[in-house]
């Protein structure tokens, strides 16, 4: 088994057990709860839900774009990203359950009918056919695990049900550590930076202005990096302000 073989295992192996936990823990969210304020900005729980359920989706069609060889875009137009999410967020807790349920279920199977070489697409592996996400960026089929690990993960610590930054081993938070890095790697204003962990990981991202070196654990400065925890959990950042993400 390849290198890259034996990543794309490891990550889709996170989406498991990352699901599993974050389905775990909605179960104790009662109606009331899923109606409450998130950690996101004008977003209750019900609207973070009906957003990761949407995007699996999403992801969805990109894996369908891989095996098949048709483009297809993961959503129809922001407009109707905005729409779904919105529409979606006043449901019963029982259906919004349901609802992350199924979706997690059908893009797990969606990854698994990538596996075999010969695809559709006649290209070889379906794997390493090229997609477009929403807003632009192109990448391999194999980094669609590790986007919808990003998501499950951050948007459970998004929930504020119980699950923080903290809590995230630091296995996971490296992985999603590189995505972020590859993804920022676009972004012509974002700040230069080495990210280094007490767990030996490195990662570098960014490309105005002079180089700076972050420290911390894999956890802090994941949350750190994507807004989920403040500049206090790392050391390095003295004067530093991150555009959003």
Request: proline fraction near 3%; aromatic fraction near 6%.
């Given at each position: 088994?390849?290198?890259?073989?034996?990543k794309l295992?490891?990550?889709?192996?996170?989406?498991?057990?990352?699901?599993?936990?974050?389905?775990?823990?909605?179960?104790?969210?009662?109606?009331?709860?899923?109606?409450?304020?998130?950690?996101l900005p004008?977003?209750?729980?019900?609207?973070?839900?009906?957003?990761?359920?949407?995007?699996?989706?999403?992801?969805?069609?990109?894996?369908?774009?891989?095996?098949?060889?048709?483009?297809?875009?993961?959503?129809?137009?922001?407009?109707?990203?905005?729409?779904?999410?919105?529409?979606?967020?006043?449901?019963?807790?029982?259906?919004?359950?349901?609802?992350?349920?199924?979706?997690?279920?059908?893009?797990?199977?969606?990854?698994?009918?990538?596996?075999?070489?010969?695809?559709?697409?006649?290209?070889?592996?379906?794997?390493?056919?090229?997609?477009?996400?929403?807003?632009?960026?192109?990448?391999?089929?194999?980094?669609?695990?590790?986007?919808?690990?990003?998501?499950?993960?951050?948007?459970?610590?998004?929930?504020?049900?119980?699950?923080?930054?903290?809590?995230?081993?630091?296995?996971?938070?490296?992985?999603?550590?590189?995505?972020?890095?590859?993804?920022?790697?676009?972004?012509?204003?974002?700040?230069?930076?080495?990210?280094?962990?007490?767990?030996?990981?490195?990662?570098?991202?960014?490309?105005?202005?002079?180089?700076?070196?972050?420290?911390?654990?894999?956890?802090?400065?994941?949350?750190?990096?994507?807004?989920?925890?403040?500049?206090?959990?790392?050391?390095?950042?003295?004067?530093?302000?991150?555009?959003?993400?």
């Open positions: 088994m390849s290198e890259a073989s034996d295992t490891a990550v889709r192996a996170l989406v498991t057990v990352s699901t599993q936990r974050l389905l775990g823990d909605t179960i104790g969210v009662d109606q009331d709860a899923w109606r409450g304020p998130s950690s004008r977003w209750t729980r019900g609207h973070v839900a009906t957003h990761l359920a949407r995007q699996a989706d999403a992801l969805g069609r990109l894996v369908d774009w891989a095996r098949t060889g048709t483009r297809q875009e993961m959503y129809a137009s922001p407009q109707v990203r905005e729409d779904e999410i919105e529409q979606g967020a006043g449901r019963t807790g029982l259906e919004l359950q349901v609802d992350l349920d199924t979706s997690a279920e059908r893009l797990i199977e969606a990854f698994a009918g990538l596996d075999d070489d010969g695809a559709e697409n006649g290209s070889g592996s379906a794997w390493d056919t090229e997609v477009e996400l929403r807003g632009g960026q192109r990448v391999v089929a194999r980094l669609l695990p590790l986007a919808r690990l990003t998501e499950v993960v951050l948007h459970h610590v998004d929930l504020d049900i119980g699950f923080g930054v903290s809590d995230v081993d630091p296995e996971t938070a490296e992985w999603l550590l590189e995505w972020s890095a590859y993804r920022l790697g676009a972004r012509d204003e974002f700040p230069r930076l080495e990210l280094v962990s007490d767990s030996g990981f490195r990662t570098t991202l960014g490309s105005s202005g002079d180089a700076r070196r972050v420290t911390g654990s894999s956890p802090a400065l994941l949350g750190w990096l994507t807004g989920r925890a403040g500049p206090d959990t790392v050391s390095g950042t003295d004067g530093l302000v991150l555009p959003g993400l």
